[in-house]
């Protein structure tokens, strides 16, 4: 691995599918980045062993007492294992708590995450199943900066996805996460390679600055 090379770290609780598309991309050269850490609040999660498979550096570190946020010495050690390992971006893949100072300091406008619905609709818990419920037709997923709220940082990318007739939950969420396996190394990739024009809210991925 350079010394200049981009450098990722993942958070992830869950099964690590989208984790799984990011570091396939940076092992085909379309993020030119590498994974240098991978951190899971749960022992047993299968993003650590995708990880492991791939020959990548993962952990369990324990999140603390609370259920939906890290404790305040469990962040500061999530944010310190990042720094030591040269982190640049911090890529939440299925990561299941809020993250809060002083590991927002610590990695500014440095965060980014994948939220399941076209946000602004649908922040929360099982996006999916919102929109479902709503009775929307076209929903998608949202790559965004990670700020202080939930689900509110600045727009980087989405991608649309129908909601047919038939659909359930399931079947909406399923075909999502497809959608999502494609956006999420796109942004991550114009992010790596330094293609983000940043203007406030305004996000755009390409040369031209952002009005
Ligand atoms: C995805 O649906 C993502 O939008 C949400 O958590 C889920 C993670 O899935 N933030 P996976 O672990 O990447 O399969």
Same mark, same amino acid.
Request: aromatic share 6%; glycine share 10%; hydrophobic share 45%.
């Given at each position: 691995? %350079?010394?200049?090379?981009?450098?990722?770290?993942?958070?992830?609780?869950?099964? =690590?599918?989208? #984790?799984?598309?990011?570091?396939?991309?940076?092992?085909? =050269?379309?993020?030119?980045?590498?994974?240098?850490?991978?951190? %899971?609040?749960?022992?047993? @999660?299968?993003?650590?062993?995708?990880?492991?498979?791939?020959?990548?550096?993962?952990? +369990?570190?324990?999140?603390?007492?609370?259920?939906?946020?890290?404790?305040?010495?469990?962040? %500061?050690?999530?944010? @310190? &294992?990042? $720094?030591?390992?040269? $982190?640049?971006?911090?890529?939440?893949?299925?990561?299941?708590?809020?993250?809060?100072?002083?590991?927002?300091?610590?990695?500014?406008?440095?965060?980014?995450?994948?939220?399941?619905?076209?946000?602004?609709? #649908?922040? =929360?818990?099982?996006?999916?199943?919102?929109?479902?419920?709503?009775?929307?037709? $076209?929903?998608?997923?949202?790559?965004? #900066?990670?700020?202080?709220?939930?689900? %509110?940082?600045?727009?980087?990318?989405?991608?649309?996805?129908? $909601?047919?007739?038939?659909?359930?939950?399931?079947?909406?969420?399923?075909?999502?996460?497809?959608?999502?396996?494609?956006? +999420?190394?796109?942004?991550? &990739?114009?992010?790596?390679? =330094?293609?983000?024009?940043?203007?406030?809210?305004?996000?755009?991925?390409?040369?031209?600055?952002? &009005?």
């Amino acid at each position: 691995m %350079s010394e200049t090379e981009f450098r990722i770290g993942v958070l992830g609780s869950g099964t =690590g599918s989208n #984790f799984v598309a990011i570091a396939e991309a940076c092992a085909s =050269g379309t993020i030119p980045a590498s994974i240098a850490l991978v951190l %899971s609040d749960v022992a047993e @999660a299968g993003i650590i062993d995708r990880a492991r498979e791939r020959g990548l550096p993962a952990r +369990y570190l324990a999140p603390g007492k609370f259920r939906t946020r890290l404790e305040e010495e469990a962040e %500061s050690q999530y944010a @310190a &294992a990042l $720094v030591t390992a040269g $982190v640049d971006l911090v890529v939440p893949a299925g990561f299941m708590r809020v993250l809060k100072s002083p590991f927002l300091s610590a990695f500014e406008g440095r965060i980014v995450n994948i939220h399941p619905s076209l946000l602004p609709a #649908f922040p =929360g818990l099982e996006a999916w199943k919102q929109a479902w419920a709503y009775g929307v037709k $076209v929903t998608g997923c949202t790559v965004h #900066f990670v700020d202080s709220g939930v689900d %509110s940082g600045a727009i980087i990318g989405q991608q649309t996805v129908p $909601v047919l007739d038939d659909d359930t939950p399931q079947t909406l969420h399923q075909r999502i996460h497809g959608a999502e396996h494609e956006l +999420y190394p796109k942004c991550v &990739a114009a992010i790596a390679a =330094g293609k983000l024009q940043v203007a406030g809210r305004r996000v755009a991925i390409g040369t031209k600055a952002v &009005a």
